[in-house]
């Protein structure tokens, strides 16, 4: 499937607003309703489609207002290529996602966003089930129309709840159906990039050396004289993201609160990808993300943050002499409780 820039996909919140105007809950069980746990999963899929670049209309944007056929006609007059509701069954159906659909085209896109999230929620596929008599896929004039029962509103109740998960699994399936690359933040992109230069450079036996003009301005040239450091292995990485100038030998490293440039107009691109701030704090209170480049207090060494262990401990990338060899990422016990003086948080 070819999806353009202008196409337009409409997703819907399942029950809600009626069409005496009155409100709908849809099914319940306990204190929870349908139409709230389906407000809180589409409005966080809206979120990660419009990121990847995907034109949606949603009543999820204005607290689910609309009533069905108001959905519909909003649909029909934008022109919507897909149509999509979103609910979840009632109380005594059986655990699983149920995609309800109508056409052969129907089925194609129910069928692949079912299984989709089925898989990565670990739930059951039950569908697709074809109906006739339901007024959404009868009155929908998009490309294809699915209302896609997210599971059993007791069964799958836990499932549900978890509605940042099940919506970015959601977008997710929305995405590789239509053919649209999923969005990866920028700090995620050189975490695999790092990853991947640092698994290179052990497997390859590079060797440590201080001089950032021993390594070689680019990841071809260190590649060849197979030494490295702490800076130069982020910067190769940011180089291969394309935030930093490979062919300029866009170069640089934190000594304390003082960000270090070199290569041709490496001061400017860095500030154009990032920004630069100085918490002087423990890495607990300094408010880390995952990808946050950092340097300490009076230390000319410059890591990468990439997760918190279990134990509330921060792992890192690094490529200092205590580092080489070393599985990473990895905890560095000297840094446990050393003051960030600068972070680079990529934009």
């Known amino acids: 499937m ?6 337009i996909f409409a997703l819907m919140v399942g029950h809600g607003k009626s069409l005496d105007g009155s409100w709908d809950c849809g099914c319940t069980y306990g204190k929870y309703n349908e139409a ?5 999963i589409v409005r966080i899929a809206v979120k990660w489609l419009r990121k990847s670049g995907v034109k949606v209309i949603t009543d999820a944007d204005d607290a689910n207002n609309r009533n069905m056929k108001s959905s519909i006609n909003w649909s029909n007059n934008r022109g919507a290529r897909m149509y999509m509701s ?22 194609k896109m129910g069928n692949s966003i079912g299984k989709y999230i089925a898989k990565y929620m ?13 007024y959404e896929l009868n009155a929908s004039k998009a490309n294809a129309n699915v209302i896609l029962e997210t599971g059993s509103i007791k069964a799958d109740l836990q499932k549900l709840r978890d509605y940042k ?15 649209v690359p999923f969005y990866v933040s920028n700090r995620t992109k050189l975490r695999r990039k790092t990853a991947y230069v640092v698994a290179y450079m052990n497997r390859h036996h590079f060797k440590y050396t201080r001089s950032w003009t021993d390594c070689g301005k680019n990841w071809t040239e260190a590649k060849k004289k197979r ?9 190769y990485s940011m180089q291969l993201c394309g935030f930093l100038d490979g062919n300029k030998g866009q170069i640089f490293w934190i000594n304390g609160e003082r960000v270090i440039c070199k290569g041709k107009g490496t001061k400017k691109q860095l500030l154009s990808v990032s920004v ?8 607990k209170k300094a408010g880390l993300k995952k990808g946050d480049i950092v340097g300490y207090q009076n230390n000319a060494h410059t890591m990468e943050f990439e997760e918190w262990r279990k134990d509330g401990l921060p792992r890192w990338y690094s490529w200092g002499p205590s580092d080489v060899g070393k599985k990473q990422p990895r905890r560095k016990k000297n840094y446990d409780k050393k003051k960030i003086n600068t972070i680079i948080r990529l934009k």
């Open 165 to 179: 998960r099940y919506g970015k699994i959601l977008a997710k399936a929305i995405c590789k159906y239509i053919g």
């Open 276 to 283: 630069v701030s100085h918490p002087n704090a423990s890495p």
């Open 122 to 134: 670990k739930m059951k596929m039950k569908g697709p089930t074809k109906r006739t008599d339901l």
């Open 36 to 40: 709230a746990l389906m407000y809180d």
């Open 2 to 7: 070819k999806w353009k820039k202008s196409d």
């Open 227 to 235: 030494k490295s450091n702490c800076s130069c292995m982020i910067s």
């Open 86 to 107: 979103v609910h979840c069954d009632y109380r005594d159906s059986s655990s699983g996602v149920n995609p309800l659909i109508k056409t052969s085209a129907d089925y």
